[in-house]
């Protein structure tokens, strides 16, 4: 299996809910990656986890949170949003180390209502 | 701090003739760069890395580290080269760059007929 995965591919939530996107690999990737991305913008960068533990987290406010179960699994909880963060939700996995490339997913598409 | 910089946030040529889509990069150290292409409605994906100097779809990329740039260039544009392209630095492992993919504001290739 040499692709990235995401569920759901859309994801329609209330401000009050509380919901979970889903990111897997199987290409034996160290590294997995969150990012945002708005519409005919670049991805931004959320947070970074490596050998399962996060290394980076760029700031993102509380109402999201990572979480890595293991090497091939990444979560992104998501409580109480706001209109603002609807966007596409990319993860993405590369080795971390040595060869620097990423590979994406296709991504959640999230509205926040 | 590391930044890249696509001066074009469109660029439009007829199929056959040639493009370039220019990148420019300020980082201090040793930059790793790549360029990624999203076509309409696919994921973002790998298009080219400078350190394995390959072509890939006809397109090449050269970095130019005197004049900080990684400009993609393709002699004959073709109608399914149109997509959106980002041009990306990694700033290399270690400290708070670890795993941090940095994007242009990307440039969007129409190819017409």
């Known amino acids: 299996d040499t692709e990235v995965t995401q569920t759901p591919k859309h994801l329609v939530m209330g401000m009050t809910n509380k919901k979970s996107l889903k990111c897997e690999q199987h290409m034996g990737h160290r590294a997995m990656y969150w990012y945002k991305q708005k519409a005919k913008k670049p991805p931004e960068l959320m947070f970074v986890?490596?050998?399962?533990?996060?290394?980076i987290n760029e700031s993102v406010p509380s109402r999201f949170s990572p979480e890595c179960p293991n090497s091939s699994l990444l979560n992104l909880h998501l409580h109480a949003l706001q209109p603002e963060d609807s966007a596409l939700y990319l993860c993405?996995?590369?080795?971390?180390?040595?060869?620097?490339?990423?590979?994406f997913g296709p991504g959640t598409r999230l509205t926040v209502t | 701090a590391q930044r890249v910089t696509q001066p074009e946030k469109l660029l439009s040529v007829f199929k056959g003739a040639p493009v370039e889509l220019k990148c420019n990069y300020s980082?201090?150290?040793?930059?790793?760069l790549f360029w990624y292409v999203q076509y309409s409605r696919q994921r973002l994906q790998l298009l080219l890395r400078?350190?394995s100097r390959e072509s890939i779809k006809g397109f090449t990329a050269d970095l130019n580290k005197g004049e900080t740039s990684f400009h993609l260039k393709k002699p004959f544009a073709q109608e399914e080269d149109s997509a959106m392209y980002y041009c990306?630095?990694?700033?290399?492992?270690?400290?708070?760059?670890?795993?941090?993919?940095?994007f242009g504001q990307g440039t969007i290739l129409t190819v017409h007929p």
């Open positions: 993405a996995s590369g080795e971390g180390q040595g060869t620097y490339e990423q590979y």
């Open positions: 990306a630095l990694y700033g290399g492992a270690g400290g708070t760059s670890y795993g941090k993919l940095t």
């Open positions: 980082y201090s150290g040793s930059p790793e």
């Open positions: 400078h350190i």
């Open positions: 986890y490596s050998y399962e533990k996060l290394s």
